[in-house]
């Protein structure tokens, strides 16, 4: 019993002491800072602010520039061909289509979002009952591992996929960009 009520006691002071403490301390601030008010009471500036309309600030039609600079700053995009690369016949190459559009810019919109992501991505022209679709591809890959690995990238992405088999002339040929 005797161990109890010493520490007890112990727990009591320390509380006391942080409430005489706390309520030292706060008065000393409020006296500081009264006495720092009254020092200070006559060398303050009030400044009247005036109220202005919304409508004065806001221009009543602006011109944008940019508008003009984009066309001067077209980028001409030559043919390329893809990488050569050996396979042997046994091997299955893979390629991922991550879109099939009718205008081209929705197909370039998906391959700069692909590059963006930092894979190599290009569009590619077909024509399916005389109208022209635009496919956005991703390879040629050998391993399968690969192909799956950005599979889940591209779904994480909100990006949907397709993968091929393609064969190895497939994947040494020329691609055209519109």
């Known amino acids: 019993m005797n161990k109890r009520s010493t520490n007890s006691r112990k ?3 320390k509380i006391q002491t942080f409430i005489i403490g706390f309520f030292l301390g706060c008065l ?3 006296s500081l800072s009264s006495w720092f008010l009254y020092l200070n009471a006559g060398s303050v500036n009030v400044v009247k602010e005036e109220s202005a309309a919304v409508e004065n600030f806001v221009p009543e039609e602006q011109e944008y520039q940019f508008w003009e600079m984009f066309p001067a700053n ?3 995009v030559e043919r390329f061909k893809v990488r050569d690369k050996k396979y042997s016949s046994k091997e299955k190459i893979w390629e991922i ?7 081209y ?3 370039n919109e998906v391959r700069v979002s692909l590059i963006l992501l930092g894979l190599e991505a290009r569009v590619e022209i077909i024509s399916i009952e005389n109208q022209n679709r635009y496919r956005v591809l991703l390879g040629p890959y050998n391993k399968k591992d690969k192909v799956t690995e950005l599979e889940k990238l591209l779904k994480e992405n909100d990006i949907e996929t397709i993968a091929r088999t393609i064969s190895p002339e497939q994947s040494q040929t020329e691609f055209e960009t519109p």
Not at 97 to 103: D, H, K, T
């Open 97 to 103: 289509q991550a879109g099939s559009f009718n205008e």
């Open 11 to 13: 727990t009591t002071e």
């Open 105 to 107: 810019d929705d197909a």
């Open 28 to 30: 000393s601030s409020f």
């Open 74 to 76: 077209e980028v001409e």
